[in-house]
Nanobody
Framework: QVQLVESGGGLVQPGGSLRLSCAAS????????MGWYRQAPGNQRELVAE???????NIADSVKGRFTISRDKAKNMVYLQMNSLKPEDTAVYYC???????????????WGQGTQVTVSS
């Protein structure tokens, strides 16, 4: 079994910062891309940022310059540093990872349970 567990969400005022963390654990052979998605009420889930095993990143235009994604491969963790937060960043943030669970198996996406981020004064 593979588990992704997020932490670090909460309530923050506009202009504030939060750092989300996601830890992958369980039966893991290798991890390819790791990333963060978010879903606000009434909206579809959207990509926020992703990082490959080689360290290349892809950041959504809506958060570029404010959010930074990083990864600790040794610990199977991915982070999302969110600065200059805006009310429109309010959403449930989900960790995602493409994982090969065992040698010779296909990679498949795994999701965390989500963590709420609320930006409000």
């Amino acid at each position: 079994q593979v588990q992704l567990v997020e932490s670090g969400g909460g309530l923050v005022q506009p202009g504030g910062s939060l750092r989300l963390s996601c830890a992958a654990s369980g039966r893991i052979f290798s991890i390819n891309t790791m990333g963060w998605y978010r879903q606000a009420p009434g909206n579809q889930r959207e990509l926020v940022a992703e990082i490959t095993s080689g360290g290349s990143t892809n950041i959504a235009d809506s958060v570029k310059g404010r959010f930074t994604i990083s990864r600790d491969k040794a610990k199977n963790m991915v982070y999302l540093q969110m600065n200059s937060l805006k009310p429109e960043d309010t959403a449930v943030y989900y960790c995602n990872a493409l994982i090969i669970a065992g040698f010779g198996e296909f990679r498949r996406p795994y999701w965390g349970q989500g963590t709420q981020v609320t930006v409000s004064s």
